[in-house]
């Protein structure tokens, strides 16, 4: 089955530089792969996502790439700012169900 | 639009009492998830249906914990006999079509369940 790693746990970065956080899978048959943002007492909320047919997708101060080859996938933040402060998780989709990372502590620091 | 919702959102409790946690999923998705996050931890996928049906059971921790869904749409997460180890935010996420995997799943805030 689907198993995907996460790293680094926490990451710490100064306001307004960039942060990158990466996750890996093992099936080869995974085709999405969404990120999730979750602030302290509150639900995961999406992101991004992407799916196999591209390498990157961008949204404002946010993007996805994926290498399908290496089977690797991260997320980039650019010009953090004190509110990109929270939790993110990774996923892959396998069958029916998305098999997550184990989540990563982004702080910003002022 | 109305998003997923769970209710209650605190619940605490005695040790050795039942508890029932409710979830409201997406008008439409037929596809819902419980999954359990201790203090700092990741998500612990519990339960997936589809519609009313359960084709996943692997994730519940025993058989104190139960779950159903009816009408295709509002599910209970059912917890007899509680223990301490019980102790953690149960999130409930819901999904459109046929219940692949590759849907974004859409959380509601969680319902924090404290046993004492």
């Known amino acids: 089955g689907e198993n995907v790693e996460q790293h680094p746990s926490t990451l710490s970065v100064q306001e307004g530089d960039s942060a990158v956080i990466k996750c890996t899978y093992s099936d080869s048959a995974s085709n999405y792969f969404p990120w999730y943002k979750q602030e302290l007492g509150k639900g995961p909320q999406l992101i991004i996502d992407i799916r196999s047919n591209v390498g990157e997708k961008k949204d404002q101060r946010i993007a996805v790439t994926l290498n399908k080859t290496a089977k690797h996938f991260s997320l980039h933040i650019t010009e953090t700012q004190p509110e990109d402060s929270a939790v993110y998780f990774c996923a892959g989709d396998s069958n029916y169900q998305l098999i997550w990372g184990a989540g990563t502590k982004l702080i910003i620091k002022p | 639009g109305a998003g997923v919702s769970q209710s209650p959102s605190n619940k605490v409790t005695e040790k050795g009492k039942d508890v029932e946690l409710r979830c409201d999923p997406i008008s439409g998705h037929t596809a819902l998830y419980w999954y359990r996050q201790s203090l700092g931890q990741g998500l612990e996928f519990l339960i997936y249906?589809?519609?009313?049906?359960?084709?996943?059971k692997s994730g519940l921790p025993s058989d104190r914990f139960s779950a159903e869904r009816t009408g295709g749409s509002v599910s209970t997460l059912t917890i007899q006999r509680t223990q301490q180890e019980d102790s953690a935010v149960y999130l409930c996420?819901?999904?459109?079509?046929?219940?692949?995997?590759?849907?974004?799943?859409?959380f509601g805030e969680g319902t924090r369940l404290s046993i004492l």
């Open positions: 996420a819901s999904s459109r079509g046929g219940g692949g995997g590759n849907q974004p799943q859409h």
């Open positions: 249906f589809q519609g009313n049906s359960a084709p996943d």
